[in-house]
């Protein structure tokens, strides 16, 4: 057999989807200024699926600071790896201030947050160690742990009792091979919204030994007191002993970073495989991410206004009636109950008729029968986009409920 016939025959798991119209449901094009409001096929829709939590993407001295950095330095400087010819003053200014930021010893840039977690994971432990991780964690976690040679065990999200039974297998097993143990969870869930539950699970050091990783994408920057993440938000800071999270959010970048004790963070900088082996980030993404630090730092308003904008987001959703989760973060999932076909006939009629765009969540992402429309409030957003997404929500909801969508064929649409 050819190896590439099982590949056009099965396009994989999301893939199959691919018979939804192209460029709609999946790679749709937004057109221009990154904002609230942006062009798809044409049209202005109100837009909430931008990761830009605190609308730095567009902030006119974000750009700036982009743009001069790219005339002074063009996009390639530095070259090489950091190890070879890649370092800058920059780098490590960048690093020095995020330790600061984030109130760990020392950090290291990574070029992206998916390779980085990887790469982490990679490097710390061997055969010998164990790796307890959460059920829902991101997909670079769940290959990172794939890489591992060793037992790795998945606790239920969230679930503490069933981390201890875990964390009581998984101190067993080191005990037998004499290797460590890495419990790995997430600050805050992407899909669900959901805290990790930090607390307690950094209490459970006091019965188990292992160090903890922690990913929190979607914390930095938009909890804690300073935005430092849910570590700060947590009170539980200390007990992370790597703390991880990318430029991909909060900073509307790319770029990545851990931090940590200054020791393995130095390991780190010798041992991870991603960075070595690869280009180091250019400095206007260097110069960039200190320029959205400084902002991060100096405006806490940027996050003022996007938990005003999230708490009316989320308390008008539920007061309405819609089940959002259990959410504690900005990420705002709202579950309907239905199959694929429904939710895109469903998403067609939200984005053509009622001018909104937001991501749909299905199948395999979501279990069978489950339907999450997907919104990620931003600073940028306004109290009047919330009000009218709202009444959006409601009105394509009652059609749901009434079976409007239940049809294999997708809608016409009225354009
Ligand atoms: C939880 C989590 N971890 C890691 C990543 C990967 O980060 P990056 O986009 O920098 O590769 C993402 C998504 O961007 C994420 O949501």
Redesign the pocket.
């Known amino acids: 057999m050819d190896l590439f016939d099982k590949l056009v025959a099965e396009l994989g798991p999301l893939g199959r989807h691919s018979n939804l119209p192209e460029d709609y449901f999946m790679f749709p094009k937004l057109e221009g200024e990154i904002g609230p409001r942006m062009k798809f096929q044409g049209k202005e829709l109100l837009n909430w699926s931008l ?1 830009n939590y605190l609308g730095l993407a567009n902030h006119p001295e974000v750009r700036k600071a982009d743009a001069d950095s790219a005339a002074k330095w063009g996009m390639g400087y530095p070259m090489g790896a950091r190890m070879m010819s890649g370092n800058s003053v920059n780098h490590l200014e960048l690093e020095n201030q995020l330790a600061d930021f984030i109130k760990k010893e020392s950090v290291l840039l ?1 070029n ?6 990887l790469s982490i994971i990679d490097a710390i432990v061997d055969r010998k160690d164990v790796i307890v991780y959460d059920a829902d ?5 769940v290959d990172g742990v794939r890489l591992h040679m060793g037992k790795r065990i998945v606790y239920q999200h969230n679930n503490m009792e069933d981390l201890e039974k875990k964390l009581q297998r998984a101190t067993k097993l080191a005990n037998e091979t004499g290797g460590g143990i890495l419990v790995i969870t ?1 600050g ?3 899909m669900s919204g959901n805290l990790g539950k930090l607390k307690e699970v950094v209490e459970l050091k006091k019965k188990f030994q292992f160090r903890l990783f922690v ?4 914390g930095f920057g938009t909890m804690g007191e300073t935005g430092a993440g849910t570590g700060e938000a947590l009170g539980v800071q200390d007990g992370i002993d790597l703390y ?1 999270s ?4 909060s900073m509307a970048s ?3 970073f851990v931090g940590g004790d200054a020791t393995v963070i130095k390991f780190l900088k010798y041992s991870l495989r991603s960075q070595i082996f690869a280009k180091s980030l250019p400095m206007p993404l260097v110069v960039g991410a200190l320029k959205r630090l400084e902002l991060l730092r100096t405006q806490p308003e940027l996050k003022d206004n996007l938990w005003k904008i999230v708490n009316a987001l989320q308390n008008g959703l539920k007061e309405v009636g819609f089940n959002i989760g259990t959410t504690q973060s900005p990420v705002t999932p709202v579950f309907f109950e239905g199959g694929v076909g429904e939710a895109a006939n469903m998403a067609m009629d939200v984005r053509e008729n009622f001018n909104i765009f937001c991501s749909v969540v299905i199948y395999p992402v979501v279990p069978k029968g489950m339907i999450i429309l997907r919104l990620i409030p931003t600073s940028v957003h306004t109290l009047e986009d919330v009000k009218q997404t709202i009444e959006v929500f409601s009105k394509v909801k009652t059609k749901l409920d009434s079976g409007v969508y239940k049809r294999e064929e997708i809608i016409e649409l009225n354009s």
């Open positions: 990761n990574l992206f947050g998916y390779q980085g977690v964690s991101h997909a670079c976690i997430e805050v869930f992407g990913d929190d994408a979607h991880f990318t430029f991909a959010k790319i770029g990545a």
